[in-house]
T-cell receptor
Framework: SAVISQKPSRDICQRGTSLTIQCQVDSQVTMMFWYRQQPGQSLTLIATANQGSEATYESGFVIDKFPISRPNLTFSTLTVSNMSPEDSSIYLC??????????FGQGTRLTVV | QQQVKQSPQSLIVQKGGISIINCAYENTAFDYFPWYQQFPGKGPALLIAIRPDVSEKKEGRFTISFNKSAKQFSLHIMDSQPGDSATYFCAASNVWTTDSWGKLQFGAGTQVVVTP
């Protein structure tokens, strides 16, 4: 398994602002992902964070709205840009190594007012 | 379009009873099927997972049944306890393609309540 730390755990932000969420893993991992979980809903994959290169976004998500960085094998950030109330969700970091299961962080609960 | 369909949406079971959650998928490229348990305010935690080369996997009180021909799989929670009250998500992935390793398609989730 892996110990995943996400910061912040929660935040309340004004619309139009941006928030950067950090994901730190206690060991090197092959894959890092970012998911969104809207209130009472399932998890939807936003993007794959690629180490040293641009993230790979899923349909419906774009880099301008959700810029992602992954400078090394243990750390990634997700920025939610120009926020609106519709961005209020739980944002989750997920990691896995080759041939292992995917593990999730505790999530960042974002409320946009 | 949800690639993994999960039912029921919610479930109430008495302590000691059996909870059964069902999932179905369409994409035959899926070859890894995990179940996650999520408590309020927490991230999903891996519960149990199965590959399509076996029809059943059991870990303690949790069992996955897998029917490859029907493209269905289910989670059985035996002797359900109040501490099992949580939301359960099924998921699916294709682990043999570099582009898809670790990328999970989730079901809608099932809220399980175990009454004392």
């Amino acid at each position: 398994s892996a110990v995943i730390s996400q910061k912040p755990s929660r935040d309340i932000c004004q619309r139009g602002t941006s928030l950067t969420i950090q994901c730190q893993v206690d060991s090197q991992v092959t894959m890092m992902f970012w998911y969104r979980q809207q209130p009472g809903q399932s998890l939807t994959l936003i993007a794959t964070a690629n180490q040293g290169s641009e993230a790979t976004y899923e349909s419906g998500f774009v880099i301008d709205k959700f810029p992602i960085s992954r400078p090394n094998l243990t750390f990634s950030t997700l920025t939610v840009s120009n926020m609106s109330p519709e961005d209020s969700s739980i944002y989750l970091c997920s990691v896995c190594k080759v041939n292992t299961e995917a593990f999730f962080g505790q999530g960042t609960r974002l409320t946009v007012v | 379009q949800q690639q993994v369909k999960q039912s029921p949406q919610s479930l109430i079971v008495q302590k000691g009873g059996i909870s059964i959650i069902n999932c179905a998928y369409e994409n035959t490229a899926f070859d890894y099927f995990p179940w996650y348990q999520q408590f309020p305010g927490k991230g999903p935690a891996l519960l149990i997972a199965i590959r399509p080369d076996v029809s059943e996997k059991k870990e303690g009180r949790f069992t996955i049944s897998f029917n490859k021909s029907a493209k269905q799989f289910s989670l059985h929670i035996m002797d359900s306890q109040p501490g099992d009250s949580a939301t359960y998500f099924c998921a699916a992935s294709n682990v043999w393609t570099t582009d898809s390793w670790g990328k999970l398609q989730f079901g809608a989730g099932t809220q399980v309540v175990v009454t004392p």
